[in-house]
């Protein structure tokens, strides 16, 4: 079989691309090594929290008391549906809680917004510079198809629930609801109540994680493969008809409904953040 343009089989421009940029300069072999650090994940979750903080500091300087204009209604509709959310889930104070949500829910759609770039923009970009190539290996621009990007927000989320069963609780009581809960009080039975209870911390941070990731990586794949339909001739296939057709009009239909997933997968993640939160304020 030839190769695309790149010089890579089908194959390898897919590991290409699903390949992040990290320390280690090749592909992570381990499920989980915390010696590796994907410098991707980090600038592009890193660029689009700023660029979040910056839409909603816009926004509120941007506030009328009078008719709103597009944006602000926009904002107005995103701000009144997160207030709802956190006040029906959330018994107490949600002067942190609140805002928090709104971020999350504003910086998981920017990371993943960036899913809807083409596959190949670098090559658009070395078309705009002429003679000065600019080459990225290995590179992943969106951080929620990275599993590390995603379990170090859940691993966030964990943080903040124990702060707040901690703070509403005290730790005795805390400490007394692993050990009591959902068996009963009895001696004998505290060694089940915490084992139930660490693994479903444990459960909760691995699933936010996972949901996130696994959503967004498929999507991420769909992309490549669509991207190689567009380029079919360049396998030795005179069908390129066919693959005008696969990348342009399939493209363009899973670009509209990966809006879809893209908002439902932040809503998701912001509501299972608000709800584990607000298991944190309840007593068992």
Request: charged share 10%.
């Amino acid at each position: 079989m030839s190769t695309t343009a790149e010089g890579l089989q089908p194959t390898e421009y897919i590991i290409e691309h699903l390949t992040n940029l990290n320390n280690l300069g090749e592909v992570q072999s381990k499920i989980v090594d915390f010696s590796v650090i994907n410098y991707d994940t980090i600038f592009w979750s890193v660029l689009m929290g700023v660029l979040a903080v910056g839409f909603l500091i816009l926004a509120a300087r941007k506030a009328t008391s009078g008719v709103p204009n597009r944006f602000q209604g926009l904002i107005e509709l995103v701000v009144e549906l997160v207030e709802a959310q956190s006040k029906n889930i959330v018994h107490g104070d949600r002067t942190f809680i609140a805002p928090l949500a709104l971020l999350v829910f504003c910086w998981i759609i920017f990371m993943n917004t960036l899913d809807l770039i083409p596959i190949d923009w670098i090559n658009g970009v070395n078309a705009l510079l002429g003679n000065f190539h600019l080459h990225i290996p290995h590179h992943k621009i969106v951080p929620t198809t990275d599993l590390n990007g995603t379990m170090g927000m859940s691993i966030s989320v964990l943080l903040i629930i124990l702060y707040y069963s901690v703070k509403i609780k005290g730790i005795g009581g805390f400490a007394h609801e692993l050990v009591s809960a959902p068996f009963g009080a009895k001696w004998y039975l505290a060694p089940f109540n915490l084992l139930l209870n660490l693994i479903e911390y444990v459960a909760k941070t691995v699933s936010l994680g996972m949901r996130l990731f696994g959503n967004m990586y498929a999507g991420e794949l769909i992309f490549m493969l669509i991207a190689l339909l567009g380029g079919i001739w360049t396998f030795g296939v005179d069908l390129s008809f066919l693959g005008f057709i696969g990348h342009v009009i399939a493209g363009a239909i899973w670009a509209v409904f990966h809006i879809l997933v893209i908002l439902l997968q932040a809503f998701i993640f912001m509501m299972l953040t608000l709800v584990y939160i607000g298991q944190a304020h309840s007593h068992h």
